[in-house]
């Protein structure tokens, strides 16, 4: 919710102040908060110049706190099938008919350990 205020409060202030499309100035927004920086489109006023390091240095924060939260989930969610993966490997496991050291034996023989 942030990252898209951010893009559209820098989409309307560089539209305002540079006269650019809403677009160009869109791209500019997205293009400086990814810290990509093409170079095709530079702020010509002072106001401009001012305000894009402070857009910058805020807007890359805000871009990378939600690439966090993006991660974060996608980090817990594969947690998550881990955990239940090895839940019922150790289920599996326990109902195997073999003695353990047998069946440890027996994996070792197949792994090559």
Same mark, same amino acid.
């Given at each position: ?6 893009l559209?409060?820098g989409?309307l ?9 809403y677009?160009? &100035? #869109?791209y500019?927004?997205v +293009?400086t908060?990814?810290? $990509?920086g093409?170079g095709d489109?530079t702020?010509?006023? &002072? #106001?401009s110049?001012?305000? +894009?390091?402070i857009?910058? $240095?805020?807007g ?6 939600f ?6 989930h996608?980090i817990?969610e ?11 490997l150790?289920r599996m496991?326990r109902?195997f008919?073999?003695p353990r050291s047998k ?5 070792n ?5």
């Amino acid at each position: 919710m942030v990252f898209a205020f951010m893009l559209i409060l820098g989409m309307l202030m560089f539209n305002y102040i540079e006269g650019w499309s809403y677009l160009d &100035s #869109l791209y500019f927004s997205v +293009v400086t908060m990814t810290t $990509v920086g093409y170079g095709d489109l530079t702020p010509t006023h &002072s #106001l401009s110049k001012i305000i +894009v390091m402070i857009y910058a $240095v805020s807007g890359i924060s805000f871009f990378l706190y939600f690439v966090s939260v993006i991660a974060e989930h996608f980090i817990r969610e594969s947690q998550q099938r881990f955990q239940k993966g090895a839940m019922g490997l150790t289920r599996m496991v326990r109902r195997f008919p073999y003695p353990r050291s047998k069946l440890v034996k027996e994996v070792n023989e197949i792994i090559g350990d």
